[in-house]
């Protein structure tokens, strides 16, 4: 079969399936069993499949077939412009999350050095994206990545040996091991209500770790705690960034307020949505 045969092949299976994106899904995986880029694929589109590229393509279809996600077969994400390598033991880097990072780098800007600290940092994308994009410019700075999660952990320092960053990764329960202070704090924390975990879409509920999932009874077990905690390790005027759900900021906000924060800021979503909350910790 050819490349365009075999794409509209895998298009109706996972059509058939029910999934949703079903075309970009049989782009995707025809990228990686073609082990071709966008452009190859298009101008490829008339030539003979090998027997090789046409086994893998229709196993990894069919994989994708039971819910599986597609980042799960390729083993990669591509974040902030990077490819992280990601597995079921960590979240799949969603793109909502770089508005986050974005964020953190505005903040970040007129300071030529700074001390980061990514909490629950699942594949290292928020940490590492941050650190590449700063090292890029030619900052000198000191970025820490921690969770408590081992898988999550060795998954971190993977993704920083492949993309060549220049963080750490510490084993940690959020500020457990932590004993330094901080210019910026960010976190994308599990945050769903653990009723609405069994809402989710199988992809989500089935093959991403519940861990990173479950912000328990009302979502926002963490947000409570690593603000309370995070007091005692930011620095004068340090800036602390959350990711937080489409219905939280209300609540984030008010545990901000009660905890002693200022200059709360709120960044919405491509979506419109809210998504991204920041705050300043002054010393007073
Ligand atoms: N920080 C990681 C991410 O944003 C993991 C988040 C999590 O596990 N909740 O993708």
Known sequence: MTHGE???????????????????????????????????????MLDE??????????????????????????????????????SPDVLIPRQETELLVEDGLAYMKPFKSCKALDVCCG??????????????????????????????VHMSKRNITKLNANCNVILSDLFENINEKYDIIMSNPPYIRTADVEELMDEVKLHEPRLALD???DGLYFYDKIIKEAREYLSDEGKLLFEIGYDQFEDVRR???????????LKKDYAGLDRVVGATWKNS
Do not use: W
């Open 255 to 265: 545990l901000l307020v009660d905890a002693g924060y200022s200059d709360i800021t």
């Open 6 to 44: 075999l794409i509209k092949y895998g298009q109706d299976i996972l059509k058939n399936a029910g999934i949703e994106d079903y075309e970009n899904d049989t782009r995707v995986l025809a990228m990686y069993a073609f082990d071709m880029n966008y452009t190859g694929l298009m101008m490829g």
């Open 123 to 152: 594949s290292g994308c928020i940490g590492i994206s941050f650190s590449l994009y700063r090292q890029k410019a030619g900052y000198d700075d000191k970025v820490t990545l921690l969770d408590i999660s081992k898988e999550a």
């Open 49 to 86: 499949a090998s027997a090789a590229s046409e086994s893998k393509f229709k196993e990894c279809i069919n994989i994708r077939a039971t819910r599986v996600p597609c980042q799960h077969i390729t083993g990669t994400q591509e974040f902030m412009g990077y490819e992280f390598d990601v």
């Open 215 to 217: 912000g328990y009874e």
